[in-house]
């Protein structure tokens, strides 16, 4: 199906295996050399790129846990007019950086966690969330000073099944690195080329620290629902994916849900 799509192929042939081991490095290149686009990619790509392609056609986007910067350069090539990606794990930061500068794009990579986004004292049209409301502790002061600096916000909220849509819950878990969340009692990084916090040590269950200890914040469908009307947004899209939530959790059948949310913010 994503045959079709110019600009995809075009992502595939020309840009992929650049982006790729710029931020793997070598070690990366057969994985670079055998990229494909598949459908788990273009679903995701659909949904928050794709679907939304008017509203980042000539618009300044922020992509917020940007990862390696895909979505990001997606939207570049879809008619964006310049992305700004903010991201933890400096590997990521550098490798996006150099890949942006190789092919002269307008991507500019900035390590950081969520809440560091207003201190860039830029505003932007679009703000990304992809799969990282739950790395957010609270979501609702974050989305009432996010109306400062965006107009739309497009968001792939992750939340779990069972959770009643109106509540939200919290899940500790053991942190290596900023994968799956941060540690906001510590402002450094142990690493600033991977982003980790912690060392293997902290992680490991004889930790009596308890160092590597962080949080997910899930929250129900509902709740996120309440916090938008709180705070004036206008609910362009919501739509609810539960059969291919996240990748690699096959041995988690049925944990995740997933929803796509396009908000426009009405000032007051
Ligand atoms: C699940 S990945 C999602 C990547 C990408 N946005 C996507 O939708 O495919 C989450 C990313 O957010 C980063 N991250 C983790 N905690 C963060 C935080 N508090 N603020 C910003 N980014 C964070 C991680 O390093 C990781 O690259």
């Known amino acids: 199906m994503y045959n079709n799509d110019v600009i995809l192929k075009k992502f595939k042939d020309n840009y992929a295996k650049d982006l790729i081991l710029c931020q793997m490095g070598q070690d990366a290149v057969c994985y670079a050399e055998d990229f494909v686009i598949t459908d788990f990619f273009y679903n995701k790509y659909k949904r928050v790129v794709l679907d939304n392609k008017k509203i980042l056609e000539g618009k300044t986007v922020l992509d917020v846990g940007a990862n390696m910067g895909h979505w990001g350069l997606l939207s570049l ?112 990084y142990l690493n600033n080329e991977t982003g980790n916090q912690f060392d293997t040590k902290d992680w490991s269950s004889d930790d009596t620290s308890k160092e590597g200890v962080c949080f997910r914040w899930y929250y129900g469908i509902d709740h996120m629902t309440e916090i938008f009307k709180h705070f004036n947004y206008k609910v362009l899209r919501l739509e609810e994916h539960t059969q291919d939530a996240l990748a690699g959790t096959v041995d988690l059948p049925g944990k995740f849900m997933q929803h796509i949310i396009v908000l426009e913010a009405e000032q007051l």
């Open 77 to 188: 090539l879809n008619g964006a007019k310049s992305v700004t990606c903010v991201e933890p794990r400096g590997q990521y930061v550098n490798g996006l950086n150099k890949f942006s500068k190789m092919h002269g794009l307008d991507i500019t990579s900035v390590q950081g966690i969520h809440s560091d986004i207003f201190e860039l004292g830029e505003k932007f049209d679009v703000v990304m969330l992809g799969v990282i409301t739950e790395c957010i502790p609270d979501v609702y002061g974050f989305l009432q000073q996010l109306k400062a600096i965006t107009k739309h916000v497009i968001i792939l909220h992750t939340s779990l099944r069972d959770l009643p849509p109106g509540l939200c819950k919290m899940e500790k878990t053991y942190n290596l690195t900023h994968r799956t969340a941060v540690d906001p009692r510590s402002k450094g």
